[in-house]
């Protein structure tokens, strides 16, 4: 059980496109969801919170018009890097918390990642 | 402030050589102490979660404790599979975010 699914694992795009990342819980309804990059060797660091049906809730220095999130259902949570240069290259991860997990309150569960090259 | 603080920053290991990590936390309220494992290139992956002070679990080679201030991963007889970063997380007062320490990241050498 507790399975988040990522897509796609690695994407190249040109500067100046935009890149849409998918992350799916499989097995269990999250109403939170969690976005996160990753530097090389570096820890997680939180981008932004995603609650079903309301906007997102952008760390602080995070573009929110850059970085556009979508929690449309209990399953689905989209980030869409608007028109990407190279320095967001990175590793972007989500999490999903499960809404009924009474017994285990606030563990994310996370995606396998993306890999996003912007040349 | 929360803080989560994890030592050592990398640990080398030889195959069947047990050791500890650890995991200093500061945070009001404790609402949970969680371990992760990170493979390079992949998502976390959710390995214990602890919730009150003496509290004890395991998997496999695997041991989690966890006292008021802070939790030890104990790796018992280590393989070159148990190579990865391993996280120390504990959710903040504010809508359960995680606070991630930086990482120990264990190598086993055969």
């Known amino acids: 059980g507790a399975v988040v699914s990522q897509h796609p694992s690695w994407v190249i795009c040109k500067s100046g496109t935009s890149v849409k990342i998918e992350c799916r819980s499989l097995?269990?309804?999250?109403?939170?969801m969690f976005w996160y990059r990753q530097f090389p060797k570096q820890s997680l660091m939180l981008m932004a919170t995603?609650?079903?049906?309301?906007?997102?809730?952008?760390e602080q220095g995070v573009e929110k018009d850059k970085f556009l999130i979508n929690h449309a259902s209990l399953t689905l949570s989209t980030l869409t890097v608007t028109s990407a240069h190279p320095e967001d290259s990175s590793f972007y991860i989500c999490?999903?918390?499960?809404?009924?997990?009474?017994?285990?309150?606030?563990?994310?569960?996370f995606g396998a990642g993306t890999r996003l090259s912007v040349l | 402030e929360d803080q989560v603080t994890q030592s050592p920053e990398a640990l080398r290991l030889q195959e069947g050589e047990s050791s500890s990590l650890n995991c200093s936390y500061t945070v009001s309220g404790l609402r949970g102490l969680f371990w992760y494992r990170q493979d390079p290139g992949k998502g976390p992956e959710f390995l214990f979660t602890?919730?009150?002070a003496g509290e004890e679990k395991e998997k496999e080679r695997l041991k989690a404790t966890l006292t008021k201030k802070e939790s030890f991963l104990h790796i018992t007889a280590p393989k070159p599979e148990d190579s990865a970063t391993y996280l120390c997380?504990?959710?903040?007062?504010?809508?359960?975010?995680?606070?991630f320490g930086q990482g120990t990241e264990l190598s086993v050498k055969p």
């Open positions: 097995d269990f309804q999250a109403t939170t």
């Open positions: 602890l919730y009150s």
């Open positions: 997380a504990v959710p903040s007062r504010e809508g359960g975010k995680l606070i």
């Open positions: 999490s999903a918390r499960d809404k009924l997990a009474r017994g285990a309150k606030n563990i994310q569960y």
């Open positions: 995603s609650n079903e049906g309301s906007k997102a809730t952008y």
